[in-house]
């Protein structure tokens, strides 16, 4: 079933390898739908949140050649129920005039949004939450007159996996394994 | 830099990284690099004239034929092919090459030179952002743009290349890197942290293996590089014997089984043997070494071998369930899996199950082989040349060839009585590896004969290798099966495309003249009768030698697996 994904895939910190990571998908010609790359709990290692809208068994595959780059350390597939995510957006908007100020606290409020910052004729709103989360408040601003609108890929974190740490320590067993 | 490298740092020479370049591929065992100098890779080649009579470069006439020259002496000597280019065209003409090796696991250094780092990224002449072009098709790849990295990135380079699934490896070195002092030592690499080559099935994989292989009434084994890759190819014929299995081969897996074996039942693929396809889809457990079920081997996935219980041997964990789900994957290296299965299975003959198979080389003798061997009529048959080469040589010739029908007559009709005798281009299909590929096989196995057959198209895709034959004087033997069009197009026009023969038709200068410009020895053959004096001439010529045989203008290889068909419904004739 075609749904969308979350790949966290751990990496060596080295130039070239965003391209490396994203040919997997574009290869395919799989539109990635989101990508944050960051540092994960390990020092030195990079961990890529990829989201994309494929079938496990597609997901399953790509991880597999995802792991076939020699400075991928690991790539898991996470299918929705598994991932708690959260984007971040930004709303640059009008700033209300007469009653408006009021109904806009109510929006935010009712969003779980904050005001990051005020000047003359503008404001910047905050909202942390799922992509449609955030969508909503982007049409809930819309009546305000929206000036800029920008928002993160998603970040994810899984509910079972277990420790990085725990994985590169499989790893070094691999390096030395025998019969 | 490493801690103890820091401190042998401090006792090494201070060279130019060039040298410190040189030095480390003759660290890492570098006999021969096939090359073409430029402007961003100078202090290389003037580096490389200090060691000139120790390190052999060997200068090809197109950066192309230095990479095909790189795989075919890799693939023939299985050590890691060298090839160096300069910036932006020199490295983009190994871009074909590069693709090659990748798609058919070649172990291959890359080395290119690039403009200085300070000039990066402004269009400077002859740039090219060659590590963004060769990441999808390299195993891995890098840019230096200090002396100080050049030793430990090329030792790290030749360990991805080799280990594991080998594949090619690119370098390229910014023209400051090359320049600047560095003080030069050298430590091999033996482990990269986030990389395990090494893969060992689990013990409970191993035992279920055996046990249904042991279970088996109808099993077939199907090799492919794999095998000769991890040096496999005795562990295979001893597994095959005790176990009584019938041995294809794909393409790739051509003489990892000697032809002749009694258990050998040719190749399987879009125009392997009929037998060997359609009893892909009777057996009841397929033995899958060291391919990775391409779909010229496969046809159809929906309708192959659906009713076996297939068990996969590879060591690249992504080729695993990739196309084929398999019962049993066994996660490892060919050699070292076939000899540990060897000991748990039991010893077994399936007389009954391999006559089904010769039952089936009856048929395709009648149809095919019979006509293509030993026509009553006409002119000469790619088949006939291929099998009559194959005689004479005894088979033990290593058989390079090109793409095409003749890559396929060469395939079907060569006897390989030694392993590590074929070499071809598979995955990527590349016309023009021919006759470079074979000038690096002959560089790797002077005492070998090397028979390079060639259509007379891809030839004159990378003909200008004859001058490298000459200068270093390598003695390969060109077989050009010359049919005066691009074969295997029109065999698909003709079948598919109602012998509409849009270009393809070739209207063909005198190859035999081409040679002679370049002092190259050479017969033109147009009818059976001389044939086999040309062959022998060619033979004891002491040198290269090119030999043009006029063959059949509108000849099809059969049998055929037309595309997306299933194996069971491979075709004897049109
Ligand atoms: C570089 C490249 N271009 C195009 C093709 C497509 N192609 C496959 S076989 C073939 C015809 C080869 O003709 P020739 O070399 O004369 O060999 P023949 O089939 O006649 O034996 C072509 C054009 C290819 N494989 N490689």
Same mark, same amino acid.
């Given at each position: ?45 990079? =961990?890529?949140?990829?989201? !994309?809208?494929?079938? %496990?068994? @597609?997901? +399953?595959?790509? $991880?597999?050649? /995802? ?29 209300? =005039?007469?009653?408006?100020? !009021?109904?806009?606290? %109510?929006? @935010?409020? +009712?969003?779980? $949004?904050?005001? /990051? ?63 | ?574």
């Amino acid at each position: 079933m075609l749904e969308n994904r979350t790949l966290s895939v751990f990496t060596e910190n080295r130039v070239g390898l965003l391209a490396r990571v994203t040919s997997v998908f574009t290869r395919r010609n799989v539109n990635i739908e989101s990508l944050t790359v960051s540092e994960s709990e390990v020092s030195g290692i990079h =961990r890529f949140t990829i989201v !994309a809208h494929v079938t %496990r068994e @597609l997901a +399953d595959k790509m $991880a597999a050649q /995802l792991e076939k780059q020699v400075e991928v350390i690991k790539a898991f597939v996470h299918d929705e129920a598994q991932v708690i995510h959260r984007d971040l957006a930004l709303y640059k908007i009008e700033l209300p =005039r007469g009653g408006g100020g !009021a109904i806009l606290g %109510r929006v @935010l409020g +009712d969003h779980g $949004a904050r005001e /990051l910052l005020r000047e003359a004729d503008f404001c910047v709103i905050e909202k942390t939450g799922s992509p449609d989360d955030i969508a909503a408040l982007l049409i809930a601003l819309e009546p305000f007159g929206v000036l800029e609108f920008v928002r993160s890929g998603s970040v994810a974190l899984t509910r079972p996996m277990k420790k990085l740490s725990a994985f590169l320590n499989e790893l070094e067993e691999a390096h030395v394994a025998s019969w | 830099m490493s801690p103890t490298l820091a401190a042998a740092a401090a006792t090494g020479d201070l060279v130019s990284g060039a040298t410190a370049l040189v030095r480390s591929l003759v660290a890492e065992g570098v006999q021969t690099l096939f090359g073409y100098p430029g402007g961003a890779i100078m202090p290389v080649y003037d580096a490389l004239y200090d060691v000139r009579d120790s390190l052999r470069h060997i200068l090809v006439r197109h950066e192309q034929g230095a990479v095909h020259a790189a795989q075919g002496y890799a693939r023939v000597s299985g050590r890691v092919g060298v090839c160096i280019a300069t910036s932006g065209p020199g490295a983009t003409n190994l871009v074909t090459g590069i693709a090659d090796a990748q798609i058919d696991s070649t172990p291959l250094v890359c080395i290119t030179g690039q403009v200085s780092s300070r000039v990066l990224g402004t269009d400077a002449f002859q740039e090219t952002d060659v590590v963004n072009v060769t990441a999808p098709i390299t195993k891995w790849n890098c840019q230096i743009t200090r002396a100080c990295d050049i030793s430990e990135a090329v030792a790290k380079a030749f360990y991805i290349a080799r280990t594991g699934r080998p594949g090619p490896v690119l370098i390229d070195f910014t023209k400051d890197a090359q320049i600047e002092l560095t003080r030069f030592v050298h430590q091999p690499c033996v482990k990269v942290r986030s990389y395990v080559p090494r893969a060992i099935p689990s013990r409970a994989a191993l035992a279920e293996a055996a046990a249904l292989i042991d279970g088996a009434s109808r099993p077939y084994l199907i090799a492919g590089q794999g095998v000769t890759l991890s040096g496999g190819e005795a562990a295979l014929i001893a597994f095959a014997e005790k176990t009584g299995v019938p041995v294809a081969t794909t393409l790739l897996g051509l003489s990892s089984f000697p032809t002749r074996h009694p258990l050998s039942v040719g190749m399987v693929g879009m125009h392997g043997k009929y037998g060997a396809n359609v009893k892909t889809n009777t057996c009841d457990v397929l033995i899958a070494v060291g391919m990775r079920f391409d779909d010229r081997v496969t046809g159809d996935l929906n309708r192959y071998a659906r009713q076996a219980r297939v068990i996969h041997v590879e060591l690249d964990a992504s080729e695993i369930g990739k196309n084929v789900k398999p019962a049993v994957a066994l996660h490892g290296d060919a050699r070292e899996t076939l000899e540990h299965l060897a000991h748990l299975v039991s010893p077994r003959s399936h007389d009954a199950w391999l006559a089904e198979f010769r039952a089936c080389d009856a048929i395709e003798d009648e149809k095919v082989v019979r006509d293509e061997l030993s026509p009553a009529s006409g002119g000469l048959r790619m088949g006939e040349v291929v099998h009559r080469i194959a005689e004479a040589t005894a088979g033990e010739a290593i058989v390079v060839s090109d793409v095409g029908q003749h890559q396929m007559a060469a395939a079907r009709y060569s006897n390989f009585a030694r392993k590590v005798s074929s070499v071809t281009s598979g995955g990527l299909g590349t016309m023009g590896f021919g006759l470079p590929a074979a000038l690096g096989a002959k560089v790797a196995a002077p005492d070998r004969t090397v028979i390079a057959f060639i259509g007379d198209g891809g030839f004159q895709m990378t003909l200008q290798e004859l001058g490298t034959i000459r200068q270093t004087g390598a003695a390969v033997k060109i077989v050009i099966l010359n049919n005066s069009f691009l074969g295997m197009v029109r065999q698909w026009q003709e079948l598919f495309f109602e012998r509409r023969y849009s270009h393809t038709e070739m209207n063909n200068p005198d190859f035999v003249q081409i040679a002679a410009a370049y002092g190259i020895a050479g017969l033109k053959v147009a009818g059976r009768e001389a044939l086999s004096g040309a062959i022998s001439a060619m033979l004891a010529h002491p040198g290269a030698f090119l030999l043009d045989v006029t063959v059949e203008r509108e000849s099809n290889v059969f049998p055929m697996v037309p595309s997306a068909a299933s194996v069971s419904d491979v075709l004897l004739e049109a």
